[in-house]
T-cell receptor, first 116, second 113 residues
Framework: NAGVMQNPRHLVRRRGQEARLRCSPM?????VYWYRQLPEEGLKFMVY????????ESGMPKERFSAEFPKEGPSILRIQQVVRGDSAAYFC??????????????FGPGTRLTVL | QKEVEQDPGPLSVPEGAIVSLNCTYS??????FMWYRQYSRKGPELLMY????GNKEDGRFTAQVDKSSKYISLFIRDSQPSDSATYLC?????????????FGPGTSLSVIP
């Protein structure tokens, strides 16, 4: 039973390029969450998606960031025109139902984005 | 005041010591409390979760929740070098239509052989 998969594990982009981060949830999970983690900081919530729906994007920056979770395929976090401040580890988590404490979120290994 | 506060450490203890990790929070609506362990350059993994106040034990790990004080703890007995990691507390409660999980910043723990 494969866990949450994220790719790429490491991504290097130059300022102004686009970054695309992919997340495949655990089998049977239809809820996906994206978090950003900066050095010495905790996980910051970005967005919560169900299939074809954005449920909560209150943690997403207003510009350049977008997320989707199509009916088929992985969830995508897209960052347009990256800047150095976007360098961070981006984690995806999935859960089988809405994120209540007993339906725990399971995390992927993360994508480490470096912007040169 | 941050919603969840946690001493970032680093905390360094000798092998075999009892470790106490703590978090405080401000939102009394939180009902579910979790501890995640994160090894360097890996994703967080769930260690324990508890509902409301009380204690929960799992092997060498004990989680305690005191809702009246808005304080949660994770105790690690007979600590091992393999316990060296960052420990994140997390909590959730009824909020709008789903329970957003809020994470603390994490405490870095080193267990010295």
């Amino acid at each position: 039973n494969a866990g949450v998969m994220q790719n790429p594990r490491h991504l290097v982009r130059r300022r102004g390029q686009e970054a695309r981060l992919r997340c495949s949830p655990m089998k049977g999970h239809s809820h996906v969450y994206w978090y950003r983690q900066l050095p010495e900081e905790g996980l910051k919530f970005m967005v919560y998606l169900q299939k074809e729906n954005i449920i909560d994007e209150s943690g997403m920056p207003k510009e350049r960031f977008s997320a989707e979770f199509p009916k088929e395929g992985p969830s995508i976090l897209r960052i347009q025109q990256v800047v150095r401040g976007d360098s961070a580890a981006y984690f995806c988590a999935s859960s089988p139902r809405r994120g209540q404490g007993t339906d725990t979120q399971y995390f992927g290994p993360g994508t480490r984005l470096t912007v040169l | 005041q941050k919603e969840v506060e946690q001493d970032p450490g680093p905390l360094s203890v000798p092998e075999g010591a009892i470790v106490s990790l703590n978090c405080t929070y401000s939102n009394s609506a939180f009902q579910y409390f979790m501890w995640y362990r994160q090894y360097s350059r890996k994703g967080p993994e769930l260690l324990m979760y508890t509902y409301s106040s009380g204690n929960k034990e799992d092997g060498r790990f004990t989680a305690q929740v005191d809702k009246s004080s808005k304080y949660i703890s994770l105790f690690i007995r007979d600590s091992q070098p393999s316990d060296s990691a960052t420990y994140l507390c997390a909590m959730s409660g009824v909020e709008t239509s789903y329970d957003k999980v809020i994470f603390g910043p994490g405490t870095s723990l080193s267990v010295i052989p």
